[in-house]
């Protein structure tokens, strides 16, 4: 989806959490305030070290807090380490709703997740048919205060989607990668690269997940470094910065894909709905 970025002057309070980590919560954004602030909406709210939850008390998200902070402890480690980054001071906060279409109520969009960059809003849908996805939306907010601005899709959307690293099977950015290789599904580099939505549009499945598998390759082989470069000065300078051409990486990324065997089991149907 797209994501909303603003620039504004923020007054902080601070959160000092228990290993002795102090977290700011930004002041809440108008923005932001349309929806935890929303009267209309009677909302509870938790607070978890980095985290702010805000859940309607009869939610799944109530009976479940234990579940939530688990998986938060898990995406926020995992998401440092992909950064590369030892810490985060921002405080987060997470809207959670019981399905697609109270999202669609609550956000206007009938979708599984998101996140505002710029806001410290990820907002989610969870229930015991949807996980929530917080390594990729979280990543979204962390790598965009840390990083930067990336101008490309395939980067801030592949690189998500590397660090939740989980689509139903054991190495799921080649391995379904290799089944749209196989099938001749998946798109050109050049397309990914300068025309990420309009892919999208045809699958988003597919462009999120071959973006993912090239972030892996990038990141997994040359290192996180290089990547910082990439994510900043955009593709116009990948030679500069690996040495090789983008028609080379596309070259040498088939060729691993072509390595990696699709299980016997593939159910491609599995993916109908996403990744969980």
């Not at 309070?13 to 305030?33: E, H, N």
């Not at 009938?110 to 809003?121: F, V």
């Not at 290089?226 to 990948?238: A, N, P, Y």
Request: net charge neutral; aromatic share 16%; hydrophobic share 35%.
């Amino acid at each position: 989806m797209k994501k909303i970025i603003l620039t504004i002057t923020l007054i902080t309070t601070t959160l000092t959490i228990s290993f002795c980590q102090k977290v700011v919560f930004r002041q809440p954004s108008s923005y932001l305030l349309e929806f935890i602030g929303n009267d209309s909406i009677s909302l509870s709210s938790v607070n978890y070290k980095s985290f702010r939850i805000y859940f309607k008390d009869n939610s799944y998200t109530a009976t479940h807090l234990d579940n939530i902070e688990n998986e938060l402890d898990i995406a926020y480690n995992k998401i440092l380490s992909v950064l590369d980054i030892p810490t985060y001071k921002n405080g987060i906060y997470l809207l959670a709703v019981d399905s697609k279409e109270e999202m669609q109520k609550v956000m206007g969009y009938k979708i599984k997740g998101g996140a505002a960059k710029g806001h410290d809003l990820v907002f989610f849908v969870y229930n015991p048919h949807i996980r929530p996805q917080f390594k990729h939306e979280i990543f979204h907010l962390i790598s965009y205060e840390t990083w930067g601005l990336t101008n490309y899709r395939l980067l801030d959307e592949g690189g998500a989607t590397y660090t939740d690293n989980f689509c139903f099977y054991d190495n799921p950015m080649y391995t379904i990668n290799s089944y749209y290789l196989k099938n001749g599904k998946l798109f050109t580099f050049d397309s990914l690269i300068n025309d990420f939505d309009n892919q999208a549009k045809k699958s988003d499945l597919i462009a999120y997940l071959q973006s993912a598998g090239i972030f892996k390759y990038l990141y997994e082989k040359y290192g996180v470094e290089k990547m910082k470069q990439l994510w900043i000065r955009g593709f116009e300078d990948f030679e500069l910065i690996y040495g090789f051409s983008i028609k080379q990486l596309e070259i040498d990324w088939i060729n691993l894909i072509k390595t990696i065997p699709v299980p016997k089991d593939f159910d491609i149907n599995k993916l109908k709905e996403g990744c969980g």
